[in-house]
């Protein structure tokens, strides 16, 4: 059953294959590249890599508009690469999942150029039609300021299409069952070719009843079920992992109240409260956000994320929080976007502040659920705010100080290079990384070997711990009698934090820091009194005279 469930204590790193490593020279990341870094990242102790779009599309938004299912781009090189690929992962335990994009396809796509060519055709009926423009047209974009519309005309179809996000990328009619048994046979051929699982993009969207007479969609959960038994048959450990950014009330309907639905979902309620706590040092909110995504069936996993490839969505915080954040982390009106987030990468935001890119990055790995990089924080790349919108934290990774970053040979490659500034490829870079025992690499392949092997933090039942200190958080994890214990200053000033583990079970009281020789005893009854410096943070393992003794026998 615990290998059934092995996302519970996965690390997951997001990776744009088009970005990450030219194998050819060609300026374009391709598959053959990603192959040969998979040492790198099986060194780092990534388990999990997930892929974002890389099937034919004419790229008009990074991929996410797609021409062929069941194709690779060949600006990426050929199925027979990804085999190679998969393969190169299955060799060194790392799993794949990749994204599913199905709410929407490429105007481009021929399922498209048929439906609007025909009015019989088969495929007219898996696009959403209106003969006029419907009341309402202007509601429910999703990138206020950029899109104007969600109907757009089409001539030669002489009707309406809908499209909840850019007009080149027409809703498909996620209702029709033909669509739906189309979405099973692409899960079923990548399935087949290796993958382990996907990360369904806009599930709201996907399950949401569309049309001309809808004025306010109703959610089709069933269909989440309907994709979990597909999986389940087809291979039992395959897993969604789903971008829902969803109110922590209706949470359960996607994770199915009896774990029948989705596996995994990004939790974005824990997400935004964790960029405002980081802002402002109040915990408040983020203790009120752990506590409302507390519930889940037991099969089921949140995703925990710091950034990801699209805007830091604060979209969901009151507007003077939502403030807050924006002074602390982007403060400028390019810095923003969509009138709801920040479009800025993770080190930038924080200053490139060593200590708190740590303090973000443990508070992370140490909230329940799963944690999810972003290629590149793992280094602390930076952003290029002359780009548009979101392609600014899309640039190019950085492998070393040669030319381009060593992402490619090409003399103009494709995607962009951060060349200037603190954060460009000559100062922030892999090979140099790598060289340096205290660099931010090597701090995170430390970090990350540390949270596989405490497992309470994926499986475990967590409690928020009162101190007496505003703006430390501390979460005690329990599972199979064993505890663990982490505790974060998001304060500027160092303090002194008493607190008393109170740990199911018996136990000496002693703490075991793990992550260095600062353990710490009681002083009265159970209380401890810990010293935390500015940003600093702990993890312990509680009652630990007998893991000391272990330890010491290794």
Known sequence: MIDDLWYKNAIVYCVSVGSYMDSNGDGVGDFEGLTRRLDYLHGLGITTIWLMPFQPSPRRDNGYDITDYYGVDPRYGSLGDFVEFAHGCKQRGIRVIMDLVVNHTSDQHPWFQAARSDPKSP????????????????????????????????????????????????????????????????????????????????VPFVIAEKGAQVRKPVEQYDMLRSFREFLQWRKGDAIILAEANIPPEVSMEYFGHDGDRLHMVFNFTVNQALFHAL????????????????GRPATGQWGQFLRNHDELDLGRLAPEQRQAVFDAFGPDKDMQLYDRGIRRRLAPMLQGDRRRLELATSLMLTLPGTPVFRYGDEIGMGDDLRLPERECARTAMQW??????????????????????????????????????????????RMIRMRKEVPEVGWGDFAVLPTDTPGVLALRYDWRNNSVLVVHNLRPEACEVRLEPGASGSHDGLLINLLSEDHSRPEKGREHRLLLEPYGYRWFRVGGLDYLLRRSEI
């Open 123 to 202: 495929y007219r009926d898996w696009y959403v039609w209106a003969d006029k423009k419907p009341a309402g047209a202007d509601k429910g974009v999703v990138f206020p300021g950029v899109q104007h519309t969600t109907w757009t005309r089409d001539k030669q179809a002489r009707a309406y299409y809908f499209h909840r996000f850019q007009d080149f990328q027409p809703d498909l009619n996620t209702g029709n069952p033909h669509v739906q048994a189309e979405i099973l046979k692409i899960m079923g051929f990548w399935l087949q070719l290796g993958v382990c699982g996907f990360r369904m993009d806009a």
């Open 279 to 294: 802002a402002t040092a109040d915990t408040s909110l983020l203790t009120q956000a752990l506590e409302e995504t507390r």
């Open 400 to 445: 070393s100080d040669e030319p381009h970053a060593g992402f490619s040979k090409s003399p103009e490659p494709g995607r962009p290079v951060i060349a200037e500034g603190p954060f460009g490829f000559a100062h922030v870079n892999v090979a140099q990384q790598r060289r340096d025992p205290a660099s931010l690499l090597n701090w995170t392949e």
